[in-house]
């Protein structure tokens, strides 16, 4: 680029200059060569080499293992009968007294419109079939509170899931 250009200024100049001048012109050029250096590829001593398969070897066993999770328990479902519910604790011995001692008894509290309510819950079934044969069989003054068959899961599940063991 810069060749061409002082050619152009030295023509212009010299047309423009008096004719008994004499112009000398002078170029140089310049030639620049690069020499590139080819790479040679050498392979890697044959230990270095085994040493890379290795964990090449390692790294696609990782990746192909199955990460085998622990089994879970299958835990059936277990049923109770929620005997009443009653706004003031005191009043739930009462009633688990009159239940039979065979099965465990809880209470629960949970909060309705602001007020605590005392749940009172009695056995662990391991079917609903079970829990209804139990219900049943409860004394007469028991049924008159009109029990019903609850999952404990859902009782473990709600916002209020905390159960007192009674016996």
Same mark, same amino acid.
């Given at each position: 680029?810069?060749?061409?250009?002082?050619?152009?200024?030295?023509?212009?100049?010299?047309?423009?200059?008096?004719?008994?001048?004499?112009?000398? =012109?002078?170029?140089?050029?310049?030639?620049?060569?690069?020499?590139?250096?080819?790479?040679?590829?050498?392979?890697?001593?044959?230990?270095?080499?085994?040493?890379?398969?290795?964990?090449?070897?390692?790294?696609?066993?990782?990746?192909?293992?199955?990460?085998?999770?622990?089994?879970?328990?299958?835990?059936? $479902?277990?049923?109770?009968? $929620?005997?009443?519910?009653?706004?003031?604790?005191?009043?739930?011995?009462?009633?688990?007294?009159? =239940?039979?001692?065979? $099965?465990?008894?809880?209470?629960?509290?949970?909060?309705?419109?602001?007020?605590?309510?005392?749940?009172?819950?009695?056995?662990?079934?391991?079917?609903?079939?079970?829990?209804?044969?139990?219900?049943?069989? =409860?004394?007469?003054?028991? *049924?008159?509170? *009109?029990?019903?068959?609850?999952?404990?899961?859902?009782?473990?599940?709600?916002?209020?899931? *905390?159960?007192? *063991? =009674?016996?």
């Amino acid at each position: 680029m810069k060749t061409p250009v002082i050619a152009l200024f030295v023509l212009f100049a010299a047309g423009c200059a008096d004719k008994s001048h004499h112009l000398t =012109l002078l170029s140089q050029s310049e030639e620049i060569t690069k020499t590139v250096k080819a790479e040679s590829k050498v392979p890697p001593p044959p230990f270095e080499e085994a040493k890379i398969s290795v964990k090449k070897a390692e790294k696609a066993q990782k990746a192909t293992e199955v990460v085998k999770k622990p089994k879970k328990k299958v835990v059936k $479902q277990q049923y109770t009968i $929620q005997v009443v519910a009653l706004s003031y604790e005191s009043g739930l011995k009462e009633f688990s007294d009159m =239940l039979p001692s065979d $099965q465990p008894v809880w209470s629960n509290m949970k909060m309705v419109d602001s007020i605590p309510w005392y749940t009172l819950l009695y056995g662990s079934f391991t079917s609903k079939e079970r829990a209804k044969n139990e219900l049943n069989a =409860l004394p007469r003054v028991i *049924k008159e509170q *009109k029990p019903f068959i609850r999952s404990i899961s859902s009782v473990k599940k709600s916002p209020y899931p *905390k159960m007192n *063991k =009674l016996n």
